[in-house]
């Protein structure tokens, strides 16, 4: 109790600094440019790709001034008087010393506090998918929202996911709509297109191929398999079972063979590797059938 009791206060009083910073004259640009200058969606995306963002939805002073430099040479802000870049260095500077953790990092649920209502749900979810998943993690977080076998995640699913992440937070679900559609112009794609399901590591903190780091070249021995098995066996019952461990293996086999599929053909090959070991009635593969899937599967045809 007494820890909760902290960490509250704590939380509460990184909120009154902010909530201050907001109103003082030094905070005053900072919070101009973010309130008059939507989330763009390609910001987002230059900082994704980048990796600026880290898995516990930190990213430096340094980093986010560069964010900043970005906006500033939009037209749209190039051409207003009131703004120039050294006073915009100072202003970051500022927001730095008022909300900087130990290691000097700025989290991005924090500078979501600064942003319009709407735009700040969108902030803590992409802060949320920065967290280092493992490749089963990943593949059972989008198989909550998937209900076929098509690779696609439809804008009604994403917005469960959203909505979802909204109630574990315990924000208001009323922004949802607008965090979906901020989602979908990360991938350049309309609001009436799914999203497959290979698109999603652009936005989630994978972990590397599990396949590449334990073996980058030569054939795969027996002793791996065993390692490959405690890896991908979530539940820890000595097999591969369908779903989230199974999508995850056959996904890094095939990125370990250098093919490259889409969620439908994934899918597909995820029946195969079942067929290839004559496990289609169990729906789990053992340590036995590894070799089959390692050699054999890639040599399938795709498509």
Known sequence: D?????????????KSKLEFFKMTDKGLLLTKILEM?????????????SHKIDEDGSIKATELLEFFKTLYVDDALRNDDT????????????????????????RISDLALLLPQKERLFLKFISFCRK??????FFELLLKYTTDKSGK????????????????IGTSEDNCA???KYILALF??????????????????????FLKRLKPKGKFQAVDFDNIIRHYDRDANGTIDAGGELMALIA????????????????????????????????????????????????????
């Open 132 to 137: 280092k998943l493992t490749s089963v993690e």
């Open 37 to 49: 200058y939507p989330v763009k969606a390609e910001y987002v995306r230059a900082i994704l790709d």
């Open 2 to 14: 007494n820890n909760k009791t902290q960490k509250n206060n704590k939380n509460a009083k990184r």
């Open 178 to 180: 607008d965090c979906v």
């Open 188 to 209: 350049n794609v309309d609001e009436e297109s799914p999203l497959d399901i290979f698109d999603f590591p652009r936005l989630f903190n994978i972990e590397n191929n």
């Open 252 to 303: 890094d086999v095939l990125e370990y063979a250098e093919i490259r599929v889409n969620g439908e053909l994934l899918f597909e090959m995820v029946d195969a590797a079942l067929e290839l070991c004559d496990k289609t009635s169990v729906q789990r593969l053992e340590t036995d059938d590894l070799k089959i899937i390692l050699t054999q599967l890639p040599k399938q045809r795709i498509g």
């Open 153 to 168: 995640v439809t804008q009604d699913q994403l917005y469960k996911m959203v909505k979802d992440f909204a109630n574990e």
């Open 83 to 106: 703004i120039n870049i050294n006073k915009l260095r100072s202003e970051v500077e500022a927001f730095e010393l008022q909300i900087k953790n130990n290691d000097n990092r700025i």
